[in-house]
């Protein structure tokens, strides 16, 4: 016949399953004071245990177990502390009551005439500014990729940038080859181009063009309407 475990409303047999699940089962020490006080711990009104009696491995905390060896073990002097104890049987909890603990909380005075002041609680840093990092993790980690996110995204924009004046340079080369090749450019219009290309009239750098850029494209459009 499988052990039970004697503690009160507990369940747990010695089976496979229970095995198979990690709870192991331990009797009742041999020494008398410390066998009283497991039976004590149980608060079951007349318990005495027996040679068979036993207790699951569930009533137990984490330090009480000696692991090192192949068998599980009660350390020596281990007491079972783990119960779940229906309202009658859990015991109240003491309160300070008496006049020398209601004065304890109070903070003594330095002179003796008045008492100290409590110092002020840190403020909490505000989150909401952009410098702040987030308390959890999860929301620093968020925080972290839109920052990725937005670095790639002007990483693109900047490609796409170099590609645009790429191909405005290479229009432009093949313009002026072909207003050369129709001997359509005058003297002024070579002095602006022998240098190098003149990037900086090709680009809108406000809301509206500069007088050289106009003067420019004005330019361009006498010697031919293609450039």
Known sequence: MPHS?????????????????????????KDQELRKQWEEALRRE???????????????????????????RIRNGAIPS????????????????????????????????QPVQETEPLP????????????????????????????ESLEREKRNAKDR???AKNTLRGLLEDLRGKNLTNDELKDDLNSDLPVHLLSKQGHEYTKDQKEFALTLHLHGPKA
């Open 46 to 72: 007349g318990f005495c245990a027996t040679q068979s009696s036993t207790l699951c491995s569930e009533h137990f905390r984490q330090e009480d177990f000696d692991r090192t060896g192949q068998t599980v």
């Open 165 to 167: 004046e790429r191909r």
């Open 124 to 151: 909490v840093p505000n989150v909401d500014h952009s410098y702040a990092l987030p308390t959890s993790p999860d929301d620093l980690r968020a925080r972290l990729s839109e920052a990725l996110a937005r670095v």
């Open 5 to 29: 475990c004697a503690a009160l409303g507990c369940v747990h047999r010695c089976t496979v399953q229970t095995r198979s699940r990690g709870i192991t089962f331990h009797r009742f020490p």
């Open 82 to 113: 783990v119960f779940s104890f229906p309202a009658h049987l859990q015991r109240p909890v003491a309160t300070r009551t008496s006049r020398t603990s209601k004065k304890a909380p109070e903070s003594p005075s330095v002179d003796g005439s």
